[in-house]
């Protein structure tokens, strides 16, 4: 299963504006993520008002925050950032 990757459209902003080297190792793991079986086992279960959600660690210092739609086949990003204010975005 290969999984669809789509970005919020304030999130797909947000993106454009990072260090293109950033950038490339976001898409990378992303994509990393998006071809295997189990998506959720790269990340980690978020809780609280952010249930529903996984967090996915890149760089040490980046956050991808992510619905993982099973049934269309879709990992929707909904946040990109550095991880100390990554979870303030969300709504």
Known sequence: MIYKIEFKKKTKKIFDKL????????IEYLEK??????????GKKLSGNLK??????VANKYRI??????SE????VVAVAKREIVYDDIE
């Not at 260090?19 to 190792?25: A, C, E, F, P």
């Not at 993520?33 to 790269?42: D, G």
């Not at 925050?65 to 099973?70: F, L, N, Y």
């Not at 086949?73 to 929707?76: A, D, G, H, K, P």
């Open 65 to 70: 925050v992510a619905e993982i739609k099973d």
């Open 19 to 26: 260090d293109i080297s950033v950038k490339l190792r976001i």
């Open 73 to 76: 086949l879709v990992i929707y």
């Open 33 to 42: 993520v998006a071809s295997s079986e189990k998506p959720r086992a790269y």
């Open 52 to 57: 529903g959600y996984t967090s996915f660690r």
